[in-house]
């Protein structure tokens, strides 16, 4: 299957946030810097330094799951303070002051207060969010402290501060990694659409470690949603979901200059673990992994690779359960990697996988892509039709569902159960199928049904043979149908044909079945 090669580079395409989604999240950030800023703020002459960090900056935003939404994180250092002359406590405050009046102008709801940064929800249909962090600058390059309200020194004025991060050091270093394979893919974007590299808009390339940290995200997102909560562990799992910013650290570790994004993807996956630090005895070694490892009590560190003192894996010490949580999407992660491998090298036919990995069962793009892309050849045979062609006239084919038989509905009563060819629809459904046609009587009517798609071929279900008209008297009404019903996962279709003195005389397009 050569499309299936391209299936990675579809599903980041799919699931990847839009040009127009980040500029969206830029307006809202310049909104609120503009206000942060103004002239009569409480902080101006403390010098905010404003600035975007985390997956907004890095260009390895996710579109939510239902249910989620985007979260931009918006970093605001007052670079008039330093550790010697301000409390956590009170940077916060400072801050939250103007977060307060820039809803409270907005008609927003107020903030919410978090152990470290403040967040602005705005209204259900957005499905955004901001989380503004404060911080004051250390004298290490571009560290920061940031506040933590579990701090034991919270209200104290005390150097050093708890916790600090390097958001701007690390995205340098996770630029400085993906640099030659971007701007590689910059040049080739540009000859192919014959205009100069600085006319093409921002985030419309991504390079091949920005594809592959969207595919890990979406997988995660994909795990813990569909994580079983039987239990009392994998309940407590399904809570503790993994940070970004420990997937693209990993990732950026991983990654080893690949271009071709499915060697890339598969080789971070084999190699990821190796960049995690294992504590053994007095010492920290890196992992290595087992399926049948177990964690046990062990502490492990992920380092900032932009600010050696920060552990990502800081919050697996005080949550065990966070510590699980990482371990079984590994796990789970590398047993689907396998799988797709095997799809896409042509060593199995499963696409379920796709799904199972990283969802959009319903979105249009990837079900086209899939079903008709990719399974275009896996109908092992078309029944020949054995007649002359002389096409003189038209036929039509409407197509009807159920949750129930309608084979022998009243005509006049299956409007209601109409549905058009290529809509969605569900396994489990009653199928009715009727042909118009202008051909004059007498004439008959064939019918190619097909299956298609993984499913179908595990089954053994493979079709493409023809039949005949099931024959429905009603009221004088003579109806030529077909009743099927919808067992497997794929875009199937059905044509029919009008036969009249053993001549085809008029031959309908296919009637796409979805099922998704």
Same mark, same amino acid.
């Given at each position: 299957?050569?499309?299936?090669?391209?299936?990675?580079?579809?599903?980041?395409?799919?699931?990847?946030?839009?040009?127009?989604?980040?500029?969206?999240?830029?307006n809202r950030?310049?909104?609120?810097?503009?206000?942060?800023?103004?002239?009569?703020?409480?902080?101006?002459?403390?010098?905010?330094?404003?600035?975007?960090?985390?997956?907004?900056?890095?260009?390895?935003?996710?579109?939510?799951?239902?249910?989620?939404?985007?979260?931009?994180?918006?970093?605001c250092c007052?670079?008039?303070?330093?550790?010697?002359?301000?409390?956590?406590?009170?940077?916060?405050?400072?801050?939250?002051?103007?977060?307060i009046?820039?809803?409270?102008?907005?008609?927003?709801?107020?903030?919410?207060?978090?152990?470290?940064a403040?967040?602005?929800?705005?209204?259900?249909?957005?499905?955004?969010?901001?989380?503004?962090?404060?911080?004051i600058?250390t004298?290490?390059?571009d560290i920061?402290?940031?506040?933590?309200?579990?701090?034991?020194?919270?209200?104290?004025?005390?150097?050093?501060w708890?916790?600090?991060?390097?958001?701007?050091?690390?995205?340098?270093? +996770?630029?400085?990694?993906?640099k030659?394979?971007?701007?590689?893919?910059?040049?080739?974007?540009?000859?192919?659409?014959?205009?100069?590299?600085?006319?093409?808009?921002?985030?419309?390339?991504?390079?091949?470690?920005?594809?592959?940290?969207?595919?890990?995200?979406?997988?995660? /997102?994909?795990?813990?949603?569909?994580?079983?909560?039987?239990?009392?562990?994998?309940?407590?799992?399904?809570?503790?979901?993994?940070?970004?910013?420990?997937?693209?650290?990993?990732?950026?570790k991983a990654?080893?200059?690949? /271009?071709?994004?499915?060697?890339?993807?598969?080789?971070?996956?084999?190699r990821?673990?190796?960049?995690?630090?294992m504590?053994?005895?007095?010492? +920290?070694?890196?992992?290595?992994?087992?399926?049948? +490892?177990?964690?046990?009590?062990?502490?492990f560190?992920?380092?900032?690779?932009?600010?050696?003192?920060?552990?990502f894996?800081d919050?697996?010490?005080?949550?065990?359960?966070?510590?699980?949580?990482?371990?079984?999407?590994?796990?789970?992660?590398?047993?689907?990697?396998?799988?797709?491998?095997?799809?896409?090298?042509?060593?199995?036919?499963?696409?379920?996988?796709v799904?199972?990995?990283?969802?959009?069962r319903?979105?249009?793009?990837?079900?086209?892509?899939?079903?008709?892309?990719?399974?275009?050849n896996?109908?092992?045979?078309?029944?020949?039709?054995?007649?002359?062609?002389?096409?003189?006239?038209?036929?039509?084919?409407?197509?009807?569902?159920?949750?129930?038989?309608? /084979?022998?509905?009243?005509?006049?009563?299956?409007?209601?159960?109409?549905?058009?060819?290529?809509?969605?629809?569900?396994?489990?459904?009653?199928?009715?199928?009727?042909?118009?046609?202008?051909?004059?009587?007498?004439? /008959?009517?064939?019918?190619?049904?097909?299956?298609?798609?993984?499913?179908?071929?595990?089954?053994?279900?493979?079709?493409?043979?023809?039949?005949?008209?099931?024959?429905?008297?009603?009221?004088?009404?003579?109806?030529f149908?077909?009743?099927?019903?919808?067992?497997?996962?794929?875009?199937?279709?059905?044509?029919?044909?009008?036969?009249?003195?053993?001549v085809?005389?008029?031959?309908?397009?296919k009637?796409y079945?979805?099922?998704?």
């Amino acid at each position: 299957m050569k499309k299936a090669k391209e299936i990675l580079k579809t599903i980041v395409d799919i699931i990847a946030v839009s040009t127009s989604k980040y500029e969206d999240a830029s307006n809202r950030y310049k909104s609120l810097s503009d206000f942060i800023r103004r002239k009569d703020s409480s902080i101006r002459q403390d010098k905010p330094l404003i600035y975007i960090h985390g997956s907004f900056s890095l260009g390895t935003a996710v579109n939510p799951l239902q249910g989620t939404e985007f979260d931009l994180d918006i970093m605001c250092c007052l670079q008039a303070y330093n550790s010697s002359n301000i409390s956590q406590h009170d940077l916060k405050k400072k801050v939250g002051e103007e977060i307060i009046k820039y809803t409270e102008i907005h008609g927003m709801e107020p903030p919410e207060d978090k152990k470290r940064a403040w967040t602005i929800n705005y209204n259900e249909k957005s499905k955004f969010h901001i989380d503004i962090l404060p911080s004051i600058p250390t004298f290490l390059n571009d560290i920061v402290y940031i506040p933590y309200k579990d701090s034991a020194t919270y209200s104290q004025i005390l150097d050093p501060w708890d916790k600090s991060c390097n958001p701007k050091g690390f995205l340098k270093w +996770f630029r400085n990694i993906s640099k030659s394979n971007y701007h590689k893919k910059l040049d080739e974007y540009a000859e192919r659409n014959r205009i100069k590299v600085e006319a093409i808009p921002k985030y419309t390339i991504r390079s091949t470690l920005q594809n592959i940290v969207i595919l890990l995200k979406r997988h995660r /997102d994909i795990f813990f949603k569909n994580l079983k909560d039987d239990n009392i562990n994998d309940s407590m799992i399904k809570k503790e979901s993994i940070s970004s910013i420990i997937i693209t650290t990993l990732a950026g570790k991983a990654y080893l200059q690949e /271009d071709d994004l499915n060697e890339a993807f598969f080789n971070v996956v084999d190699r990821i673990e190796n960049y995690i630090l294992m504590q053994d005895m007095d010492d +920290f070694i890196h992992f290595k992994y087992d399926e049948n +490892f177990t964690i046990g009590n062990r502490m492990f560190k992920i380092v900032n690779p932009a600010n050696a003192a920060e552990n990502f894996t800081d919050k697996w010490a005080r949550n065990p359960y966070k510590k699980m949580a990482f371990f079984a999407w590994l796990k789970q992660l590398k047993k689907d990697a396998k799988k797709l491998k095997d799809l896409i090298y042509g060593n199995s036919s499963d696409l379920e996988i796709v799904y199972d990995m990283f969802g959009e069962r319903y979105n249009e793009n990837l079900i086209n892509f899939i079903n008709k892309d990719i399974d275009s050849n896996e109908i092992l045979y078309l029944e020949e039709l054995k007649y002359y062609k002389n096409i003189i006239g038209e036929v039509n084919i409407k197509g009807y569902k159920s949750t129930k038989k309608i /084979d022998k509905v009243d005509s006049y009563l299956l409007h209601q159960y109409k549905f058009n060819s290529d809509e969605p629809i569900n396994k489990n459904m009653q199928l009715l199928f009727v042909a118009e046609t202008n051909i004059q009587k007498p004439y /008959d009517i064939v019918w190619q049904v097909t299956n298609k798609g993984s499913e179908a071929i595990k089954a053994n279900q493979l079709r493409g043979e023809l039949l005949n008209s099931e024959y429905f008297n009603l009221n004088s009404t003579h109806r030529f149908q077909r009743a099927e019903h919808t067992s497997y996962f794929g875009r199937h279709w059905v044509k029919c044909y009008v036969i009249k003195n053993e001549v085809v005389v008029a031959e309908s397009k296919k009637f796409y079945v979805k099922v998704v």
